[in-house]
């Protein structure tokens, strides 16, 4: 470590003797926060590009600061750019002679959009659209989506080909707290193609993780190379890390003279270390990565306050933060998984930090909830993850997703427990399991075991137990997740103009269903709840013996949907809350159309109360009609982009359900069917918690 700070120290002092480099960075980088972080402060990092020689790249030119502030490009990528002619075509794809920006670290059969995926979409317009994505989607369908957008290794779009996609990229990547994401991306890219804002990037990523080692052997290989003051208070908060005072102040005073003594949050930790005292609480606002580091290195808790901010970063860090208090550190995980900024197993790996005695986790069933919801919640993973007997551990799982269910919290347990739930068997003797285990498949999109569950439900119910009921509760999300065959038409894959020749829910299964004799498969009889009687008619393709039996189970599929949809919304009619009823119904509804899943008219006809004109968070026409326009140009970036944003609204009670259903309808016309599915039962889940 003192090695380092010694090749840190005559860094900046070669830089001073020289004129060169640091000398030249403008008074106006003070205060300039470690971009690409939000992309918040892109316009004081254009300013402190200068037309001078790439410190990387001797013998080239920095191009002059331009509006947009996505960074540097060294690829030299022209206007006339062209896609690959095979789309899919990623494992034979040069990405340095297309453009070094064009790198990604999934292709096409890992669950990327394909190489082809920015074709229509301008450079300017697709950067718009990744700055603006949110940092915490409003569903961990979307968020995936969204992050495999951003890791997919595609071939740039035209125009503007000095902004940078890839930084853009990378900072969302942070921004949305995929640390190990981002620094993938950054180490995939040409090692002479990097510029500061890349670098600085990787670095941010490192810290927000608490990873002082790596970032601060990051900053020793770039240091020498930029000119931004960040890299000088890199180079002291390292020092400081490495218990070398003398490097350390010898950095600081070259950040005053840099004009940068008006960061008075940098220079407050600073302070705070030196004297070994805490920083004023007034100063720690916005805390950026290097924040982050200065405060564990202070041995100073980042400020609880900070976990009621939109700041992912400081969210992260109190998580992983050695100076955070244990019982905060439960409900800042408990909240950083929630928003997708931690994964499941980092959640668990912070559970199972927490002390209890063994008597208290053997009696766990019994004893009184701890006093901080993720505590107990901490509890009872431990007590089954310790169980190793598989009733036992079935029942703590129980208690946890009942527990869970009634905070709102049942995703996130699902996701939870699900490596634990592998070691269940899936059979008749955990009958009394089968619901909640199905529930929790689907939730942690285990859609095998969910469909195994499924069977042991059905095969168990009877007169002695609710299962029967349980499950026609869940029906409609066993029907979006395509657990249940509905007879529904299936998504049809759009031509290259974006036409088609049907839409989907076109089946004409509403009005009064008619026998029409030669070839029409009809299935009468099948039986209601209330003792009326449901037949569907299906007309084949053709005469056929496969076409007529295709048609004759559709048609059964059909007569029993149209049974458990009238089963369902009987129940629905009992419940207490009818607003909240109604509301999930239209969104059941207007789901099931984007999947061609028939609603009958009668369904519809019973939400049909006053007041008929009603305050909703939807989306703009322009997002509406440019969603739409690109799930038929079959422009997939821009399409999955644009449905993100439309899927933000789901967060808030008055969500437009139509707009829910538009953002479904797009992905499938685009291909993403696995993507819709997820997105839809996870909406429709979250909604009946």
């Not at 999934?106 to 700055?131: E, Y």
Request: proline fraction near 5%; glycine fraction near 6%.
């Amino acid at each position: 470590m003192k090695l380092r700070s010694r090749l840190l120290m005559q860094t900046c002092v070669l830089a001073m003797m020289t004129g060169t480099g640091l000398g030249s960075a403008p008074a106006s980088a003070q205060n300039s926060a470690p971009v690409p972080l939000f992309l918040k402060q892109e316009a004081e990092q254009d300013a402190e590009r200068q037309v001078a020689p790439s410190p990387t790249n001797p013998g080239t030119t920095t191009p002059a600061p331009r509006s947009g502030g996505f960074g540097n490009t060294s690829s030299g990528t022209s206007e006339t750019d062209t896609f690959p002619s095979d789309p899919n075509a990623v494992q034979s794809l040069s990405l340095g002679a297309v453009d070094a920006e064009a790198v990604g670290t999934i292709d096409q059969s890992r669950g990327g959009l394909g190489t082809d995926m920015w074709n229509g979409t301008t450079r300017r317009s697709a950067a718009q659209l990744i700055s603006e994505l949110p940092a915490t989607p409003a569903t961990h369908a979307a968020r995936d989506l969204q992050r495999r957008m951003l890791l997919s290794a595609a071939a740039l779009p035209q125009g503007s080909a000095d902004i940078s996609l890839l930084e853009a990229r990378v900072a969302k990547l942070i921004e949305m707290g995929a640390l190990d994401d981002a620094i993938e991306l950054v180490r995939a890219a040409p090692q002479g193609s990097r510029g500061s804002m890349l670098a600085q990037a990787e670095v941010n990523a490192l810290l927000i993780g608490s990873n002082i080692d790596a970032a601060c052997d990051a900053i020793e290989g770039y240091g020498a190379s930029y000119e931004e003051l960040f890299w000088l208070k890199a180079a002291a908060m390292c020092a400081f890390y490495a218990n070398d005072p003398t490097s350390a102040a010898f950095t600081i005073d070259l950040v005053r003279e840099m004009g940068g003594e008006s960061d008075a949050t940098f220079f407050g930790l600073v302070s705070a270390i030196r004297s070994g005292g805490t920083a004023d609480a007034d100063l720690l606002n916005d805390l950026r990565p290097i924040d982050l580091a200065l405060l564990a290195i202070a041995k100073q808790s980042i400020p609880t306050s900070q976990l009621e901010t939109d700041n992912p970063a400081a969210i992260i860090g109190i998580t992983t933060a050695d100076a955070t208090a244990t019982d905060v550190r439960l409900e800042a995980a408990r909240k950083a998984e929630n928003l997708g900024l931690i994964s499941p197993e980092k959640l668990a790996d912070v559970y199972q930090s927490v002390s209890f005695e063994p008597a208290a986790l053997e009696s766990v069933l019994d004893d009184a909830s701890e006093g901080i919801q993720a505590r107990q919640y901490a509890k009872l993973y431990q007590a089954a993850a310790q169980s190793d007997v598989a009733a036992a551990r079935a029942e703590i799982l129980a208690a946890l997703f009942e527990a869970a269910d009634f905070e709102g919290d049942f995703m996130q347990a699902a996701r939870l427990a699900a490596p634990l739930m592998t070691d269940i068997p899936v059979n008749g003797d955990f009958s009394w399991f089968a619901v909640p285990a199905l529930r929790a498949s689907i939730a942690a999109n285990n859609f095998e075991r969910a469909e195994n569950w499924l069977q042991v439900a059905k095969s168990s119910a009877n007169a002695s137990n609710d299962i029967s009921s349980r499950l026609s509760l869940l029906y409609p999300v066993l029907a979006i997740s395509g657990l249940e065959e509905t007879g529904a038409v299936r998504p049809i894959a759009m031509a290259s103009d974006g036409i088609s020749s049907q839409s989907f829910g076109s089946d004409p299964q509403s009005g009064p269903t008619q026998n029409f004799g030669l070839g029409g498969a009809v299935v009468p009889g099948a039986p209601t709840s209330s003792g009326g009687m449901a037949s569907a008619t299906v007309m084949p393709n053709s005469a056929s013996a496969e076409d007529v039996q295709s048609a004759s189970d559709r048609a059964a599929a059909l007569a029993r949907h149209r049974a458990r949809m009238v089963e369902w919304q009987e129940m629905q009619a009992a419940r207490g809350d009818q607003a909240a009823a109604r509301r999930y119904s239209e969104l059941i509804f207007n789901l099931f159309e984007g999947f061609g899943i028939e609603v009958p008219n009668t369904l519809w006809d019973s939400i049909l109360t006053a007041p008929y004109a009603e305050e909703r968070m939807t989306t703009s026409s322009a997002v509406s009609h440019q969603l739409n326009a690109a799930a038929a140009a079959q422009q997939k970036a821009k399409t999955a982009a644009l449905a993100i944003q439309a899927q933000q609204v789901a967060a808030v009670d008055n969500a437009d359900p139509k707009v829910l259903s538009d953002t479904v309808t797009s992905l499938l016309v685009i291909g993403q069917e696995n993507d819709a599915r997820r997105l839809a039962t996870e909406l429709l889940m979250s909604f009946n918690q």
